[in-house]
């Protein structure tokens, strides 16, 4: 009798069995309208990835009020004006047999939305984009916590499987847990567990929504990469407190970034000979990136809580997804860069594929906000006009500077 390979394996987030344990981590897709409503090319991004075979799929993130809004193009579950949108994207992932959350977002000071001031626990420059922000009123840590809870009980009702709150990568929930962006000298700051106190609140408000049965998970980021900023140590305690809150899984990530490619690193496995067979020429003269490259704070994640554990980052071979699940180490694993250049990967994977055709170059993600989301090493036409593009934009900006 053959043995089923671990990652294939089926698995459990809560109330929700699945029917193996790759995910599709969120990644965001420029593909919404001006409002954040669906589009038929969301329609169509969806449904090729439950035709694909995930066990869990993971939207890109959905923002839970307008001033929580990232970048152009972005979902929205701010309003009850969503829900038939959000419906109808359920609708066709469940009729293929896929298995959707919502991942509900607000980015504080990590947006580049134009003529906006962003809100932060404190007035602060963001570390990514050195976007001033504003700080956060008490009205206005409470109204973005409602805001959570509503959007919650939003994409319950549009049929979503469960709910994925974003924690980590710099967007608000990170900030205030941060010492470096949470400076507070009220109930919102200052110590650990008063920073600690926006996503324990933020997650009361969801469960309060979706009820105690309904699956939600989260990205926490368990140590910012800034200086001065949240501690490893810290982070653990503050997503083993969420844990004991009832959290369903926790995937791990950073918090406070200087730079995306923390958390998109480059190249990620790519031998030279591989680079070469993709023109991916830069590979040549930089290193490859490292696999699983959070595995070190799933591990401690572990060793600290019982909550089940999503590993993200640079998960690219076979061989590597059986060694983390057999170690223990985690018990589910996402990718997303991956996924945009094959959304069929797991059915592939489970006719023996050792791998993954994404180099992770970062053109399709360095996009965000621009173009919708798309592998552009597909097309020679499309890595060339993105190339060009590239070209005239540093010309431009040298000519102007």
């Known amino acids: 009798m053959l043995q089923v390979k671990p990652y294939l394996a089926p698995g459990k987030i809560g109330s929700l069995t699945l029917k193996n344990r790759i995910i599709r981590a969120a990644t965001s897709e420029t593909m919404a309208t001006e409002d954040g409503e669906v589009t038929d090319q969301l329609l169509h ?76 626990p404190s007035a602060s420059e963001n570390a990514i984009f050195k976007i001033q922000a504003k700080e956060m009123s008490i009205a206005d840590i409470e109204r973005v916590i409602e805001a959570f809870g509503s959007a919650a009980r939003r994409v319950r009702d549009a049929g979503f499987d469960g709910i994925h709150l974003h924690g980590g990568n710099g967007y608000l929930i990170s900030q205030f847990a941060s010492p470096r962006t949470n400076r507070r000298d009220d109930d919102w700051g200052g110590n650990l567990p008063n920073r600690g106190r926006f996503f324990a609140s933020v997650y009361g408000a ?24 949240l501690k490893e140590s810290e982070g653990l305690v503050l997503a083993k407190r969420v844990a004991d809150q009832g959290l369903d899984a926790i995937e791990v990530s950073y918090g406070i970034m200087d ?16 680079a070469i067979e993709d023109w991916l020429l830069p590979r040549l003269w930089r290193p490859s990136g490292p696999q699983a490259y959070y595995r ?43 996924f945009i250049r094959e959304p069929d990967l797991p059915n592939q994977l489970a006719m023996g594929k050792q791998g993954v055709a994404c180099v992770s170059c970062n053109m399709c993600l360095s996009n965000d906000g621009y173009e919708p989301l798309k592998c552009w090493r597909k097309k020679p036409s499309d890595m060339f006009r993105y190339l060009f593009r590239k070209i005239r934009n540093i010309i431009t900006e040298r000519l102007t500077a």
């Open 296 to 338: 070190t704070f799933a591990r401690e994640l572990k060793m600290v809580s019982q909550v089940p554990v999503i590993l993200v980052g640079g998960v690219r071979t076979a061989e590597i997804m059986t060694e983390v699940i057999n170690s223990g180490d985690a018990d589910f694993l996402a990718l997303a860069r991956p």
């Open 206 to 229: 969801v469960r309060q929504s979706v009820g105690s049965q309904f699956p939600v998970s989260a990205r926490l980021g368990i140590a910012d990469v800034v200086p001065n900023g």
């Open 45 to 120: 991004l969806y449904s090729d990835l439950a035709r694909g075979g995930a066990g869990l799929i993971i939207t890109g993130h959905i923002y839970v009020s307008r001033d929580g809004q990232c970048s152009p193009r972005q979902m929205g579950a701010y309003s009850d004006a969503m829900l038939p949108g959000l419906r109808t994207l359920t609708e066709a992932v469940h009729r293929l047999g896929g298995i959707i959350f919502a991942e509900l977002s607000h980015a504080g000071s990590q947006s580049v939305m134009p003529n906006f001031i962003p809100l932060a």
């Open 259 to 274: 730079s995306y490619l923390r958390n998109i690193r480059p190249y990620v496995a790519v031998s030279a000979r591989r």
